[in-house]
């Protein structure tokens, strides 16, 4: 779990920038831990899904006065004489070989041994545990509680961001058309508090909408800048996911389909959307980039103080897109860097950890090799040794790599925790060890003496030397 952000560890922001910060902690707080729950649901899988555990529970409580163990016979039998193998010939006397007219024989005997008085409930509940295993996974419907759980996280967090917005500059909705009387406006002690409840009813009418309701009131009200991933076909239809298992029992409809404009409509239409964790996943990368995007376009317009904007920055690279990345989810970190305007940052420092993120995971991510370009065209001649670093790790010049990584660490510079912890130095950190295993000879001295020493390069910068990830 992540550390989770205290008021009081912050310095004096500007109010909107503080609650900006906490909604996105507590928003990715959130959604790590519906993730963390579908991991334990999935290394428990096997368990959830065992229908016939649960059929013989089932039976055991139902039935006390029938011989447990007539289950797993019964089961085993059933399975074969359903199986089209069952036909074949074979010596064996139990089992999917056994001839027909064998199991037909062990089936009788199986139901002679079930007491009279509930033999055909006994034997309904057996074929129904039988079926259900076939066509039902408990897992999946976990999945997709959980999904809905991820979207209902979104959902809170837009309509806190709202909230807070309009709040701060209501008149945002002042053109809204709505009127009061004197005997509506005196129920309240005070001006606030009617204006608070006049917001939080304007703030529900617009989330009974739909999610492209939300995104045209940020658009077209707000003034913020809506990336064009949050309106792709792609998210939409994780909305319209969602809309569907909660009001349809995870069935595509018409309006299912025409929302994600399916072009073979009629193999969709009808179809069961199932989650699984691949889904799962992809979805949750999908809506942190574009909430996180969303929050951070508030802050740009509507925090002025330069500080405070620094650290609002600081915050999505630090700790937004660095948890990302060191959860493996580097779709999610593609898609924020990808969307999110870095020329727009006050601090050149996080727009430059910021591309560096991004850079490792299209690394990583292994969806493109695009970013080698970028990162070769990158002059890293005036900066602090440490982005240095991270052009050559990202170019696989691991040799010279190593070599500066190894002065730094010495010096101080990168401290024990960051390198053993950031993402970047991952292949570094191996190739170091592979190094060592074969006995490679140490740094050649030549080359440690003609790299920049640690208090030189602090000196040049103005005596800081940045985190990995963090702004100094």
Not at 311 to 330: D, K, M, P
Not at 436 to 454: C, K, N, R, W
Request: charged share 25%; with cysteine; net charge negative.
């Amino acid at each position: 779990m992540s550390k989770k952000i205290e008021t009081s560890e912050m310095p004096e922001l500007d109010p909107l920038a503080m609650k900006l910060i906490y909604l996105l902690d507590r928003f990715q707080s959130n959604q790590e831990d519906l993730l963390y729950t579908s991991e334990f649901i999935l290394e428990r899988e096997a368990d959830i899904n065992d229908r016939k555990a649960r059929a013989k529970s089932d039976i055991k409580n139902n039935f006390p006065h029938v011989d447990p163990s007539l289950v797993d016979e019964g089961w085993d039998l059933v399975l074969s004489k359903l199986s089209p193998s069952s036909s074949s010939s074979a010596d064996n006397d139990q089992g999917e070989n056994a001839p027909r007219d064998q199991i037909d024989d062990d089936l009788a005997d199986f139901l002679s041994r079930i007491p009279k008085d509930c033999r055909g409930g006994y034997t309904r509940a057996l074929f129904k545990g039988i079926l259900d295993s076939k066509i039902k996974k408990s897992s999946s419907r976990l999945w997709a509680s959980i999904l809905t759980s991820i979207v209902a996280d979104f959902e809170v967090l837009i309509g806190n961001l709202m909230r807070e917005i309009i709040s701060k500059h209501p008149i945002i909705i002042s053109n809204s058309g709505t009127t009061y009387s004197w005997k509506e406006v005196a129920q309240f002690e005070t001006l606030e508090d009617f204006k608070d409840h006049q917001i939080n009813q304007y703030v529900d009418k617009l989330l009974f909408g739909s999610y492209s309701d939300w995104l045209d009131f940020l658009d077209s009200k707000v003034h913020i800048d809506v990336p064009k991933l949050a309106r792709s076909s792609a998210v939409i239809e994780i909305f319209q996911r969602r809309h569907m298992i909660v009001h349809n029992a995870g069935i595509a409809s018409k309006q299912y389909v025409s929302s994600i404009g399916a072009d073979s409509a009629d193999e969709v239409l009808g179809r069961e959307l199932i989650v699984d964790p691949a889904y799962l996943i992809a979805a949750s990368n999908r809506v942190i980039a574009v909430g996180t995007c969303l929050a951070l376009n508030l802050g740009t317009k509507f925090v002025r103080d330069d500080r405070s904007r620094r650290y609002l920055e600081s915050f999505v690279v630090s700790e937004v897109s660095y948890r990302l990345l060191h959860a493996g989810r580097f779709d999610a970190v593609t898609d924020l860097c990808n969307i999110v305007d870095r020329s727009a940052f006050v601090s050149s420092d996080s727009a430059l950890r910021f591309a560096v993120n991004g850079w490792i995971a299209a690394k990583y991510g292994g969806s493109s090799d695009s970013y080698i370009k970028d990162v070769r065209s990158w002059d890293t001649s005036a900066l602090n040794p440490v982005f240095q670093l991270a052009k050559l790790t990202l170019l696989d010049e691991l040799d010279e790599a190593l070599k500066m990584s190894s002065v730094l660490r010495k010096s101080g510079v990168i401290k024990l925790h960051h390198w053993l912890t950031w993402p970047l130095f991952k292949e570094l950190r191996e190739y170091e060890r592979t190094r060592a295993e074969s006995d490679a000879p140490s740094l050649d001295q030549g080359t440690v003496a003609q790299l920049p020493l640690a208090e030189e390069s602090m000196a040049s910068s103005g005596g800081q030397m940045p985190s990995p990830h963090r702004e100094s």
